[in-house]
């Protein structure tokens, strides 16, 4: 009987610490994010990228790891409540990511003619959104549980 006590314990401790893993990793995507967005309202060049397609492709897949990072630990939180207020918005914001870079990839026209910066700014705006949504969820859990 103590030997399992002993093992959830440990096991609790665990995914505790994965989750602080999780949530590191999360604001230093965010970080880099903010980073590229930042040198992109500049019109400054992103370094390593020499296209605005290049760094489009590259928002996108950061953007993808932090919201694979990010799900599994917020319905975790809400115990798989998929109706949850912050779930709910990430989950629309996540559908307007990939809408737009499907429309992208696939080189059809965007609506209101949007150029290839305006449509970088769209994503990387979409998300910053969405990681602040998920650092509120993140404050939200810690302090109301």
């Known amino acids: 009987m103590q030997t399992k006590q002993t093992n959830q314990t440990q096991l609790i401790s665990e995914v505790k610490n994965m989750n602080l893993l999780t949530e590191l990793a999360l604001i230093i995507l965010g970080l880099i994010v903010l980073g590229i967005m930042y040198l992109i309202l500049n019109k400054q060049e992103v370094p390593f990228l020499s296209s605005t397609n290049q760094t489009f492709i590259v928002l996108f897949i950061i953007g993808f790891m932090m919201c694979i990072l990010a799900i599994g630990t917020r319905l975790?939180?809400?115990g798989n409540n998929w109706i949850h207020p912050f779930i709910l918005l990430g989950i629309i914001i996540g559908a307007l990511i990939i809408i737009l870079s499907a429309l992208i990839f696939l080189n059809i026209s965007l609506p209101?003619?949007?150029?290839?910066y305006q449509s970088l700014l769209i994503l990387g705006s979409l998300i910053i959104l969405k990681w602040l949504?998920?650092?509120g969820h993140l404050v939200s859990?810690?302090?109301l549980g």
């Open 141 to 143: 859990y810690i302090f």
């Open 133 to 135: 949504i998920s650092i």
């Open 112 to 116: 209101f003619n949007i150029n290839e």
């Open 76 to 78: 975790n939180w809400t």
